[in-house]
């Protein structure tokens, strides 16, 4: 393979790697690339640009998502702003792909903010009731090794907020693409940027309508999220905690049904009710579900058991009869199905965040189809 083709297939892998998120910086993204296209060791200059993969990446996009990426865009922008406003005390700047238009499907909400007390923010993201996660990470890049505060906020869109330094609100970051000063927008620059590139929009018609409509997404992940901690019987689950169980089911419902959002949720949640309350588990999860969830995901989260009874014989006849009449009786017992089969030490799952973004996707295709 010439080298300019040997370069183009690192560009094109690397670009596999970060659209796919398995790696999500470009550094390690184009050496893994490369380690498995080429046996000998490439010098780092023969080595694709950032650029180059990012127009890759790209590509890529474009292909999967279409113009879905349009309206995409203009939404997180939207939250962007949102969430910029909140933070305000902190100089926030918009930058990456929210800011460039380069996005794409998983793409994160990236903002710097500055403080000299990362608690300070998190504060004020508690007091609003975002749900969050603080990681200090080491990127060690040249021989260097820098260590990085990132706050990590699960909404509507994802955001990953770096916290910098006060004095730090005035420096000039470079872009590890172009290696120029990196695109960012304040506040003011960012409501600039909404009202150029969307005429028609009304910024804070727009933003209130979203408060007014508030998101499950970060109430299903605060149910799921401790479930990490909570042990069922060995004897009944072997494979360990709640939310691995969870996961599991999840995985085995989606392998069945994957465009069936409702169903899919149902499988996801039908054992939060564990975490509330071990006695009444069904009756404390759709306690906690009110309002955020349909009358058919709630038709198999509160019968799930009974579906087991019924596997077993032991249900009673008129509820029997009951279950037996519902239209959405073949998907219960494909509930307790994956419910049964959800149960394998060592089993492989996704991420707790992979699942929640499966099912916000699947939302917004779904509600796309329907328009």
Aim: hydrophobic share 35%.
């Amino acid at each position: 393979m010439s080298d300019v083709k040997l370069r183009q297939a690192i560009a094109l892998e690397a670009a596999r790697l970060m659209y796919e998120r398995i790696e999500s910086e470009y550094f390690t993204a184009k050496r893994k690339a490369a380690k498995r296209l080429c046996r000998r060791s490439i010098k780092p200059e023969d080595l694709p640009s950032n650029a180059e993969i990012r127009e890759q990446i790209q590509l890529f996009a474009r292909l999967h998502e279409g113009d879905k990426r349009t309206a995409n865009l203009r939404d997180m922008r939207l939250e962007a702003l949102r969430m910029m406003r909140l933070l305000r005390q902190f100089r926030p700047r918009l930058i990456g792909s929210v800011m460039t238009g380069h996005v794409r499907k998983g793409s994160d909400i990236d903002l710097h903010v500055f403080s000299d007390s990362p608690a300070l923010i998190t504060d004020v993201l508690e007091q609003a009731g975002c749900q969050y996660d603080l990681e200090r990470k080491q990127v060690v890049k040249h021989g260097v090794a820098r260590i990085f505060t990132h706050i990590h906020v699960y909404d509507r869109f994802n955001f990953e907020l770096t916290v910098y330094p006060e004095d730090k609100a005035h420096y000039v970051f470079k872009s590890s693409i172009t290696g120029k000063p990196i695109e960012r927008a304040s506040i003011r620059e960012l409501e600039e940027l909404l009202t150029r590139e969307y005429p028609d929009l009304n910024l804070d018609e727009e933003l209130q309508a979203a408060e007014s409509a508030p998101d499950p997404y970060p109430v299903f992940r605060r149910l799921l999220a401790p479930l990490e901690n909570v042990q069922d019987s060995p004897r009944y689950h072997p494979e360990g905690d709640v939310l691995y169980h969870s996961l599991q089911v999840f995985e085995l419902a989606r392998e069945r049904r994957p465009y069936d959002e409702e169903f899919l949720l149902a499988a996801l949640l039908h054992d939060v009710g564990k975490g509330l309350d071990r006695s009444h588990h069904v009756e404390a999860g759709l306690q906690a579900l009110d309002g955020l969830i349909t009358e058919r995901t709630r038709f198999f989260i509160e019968h799930h058991m009974h579906a087991h009874a019924y596997r077993e014989g032991q249900l009673g006849a008129r509820l029997r009869r009951e279950l037996e009449a519902s239209p959405d009786f073949e998907e219960l017992m494909l509930l307790h199905e994956c419910d049964v089969g959800g149960r394998v030490p060592g089993a492989a799952v996704g991420t707790l965040d992979e699942a929640l973004d499966y099912l916000r996707e699947l939302e917004r295709n779904n509600n796309e189809g329907r328009e």
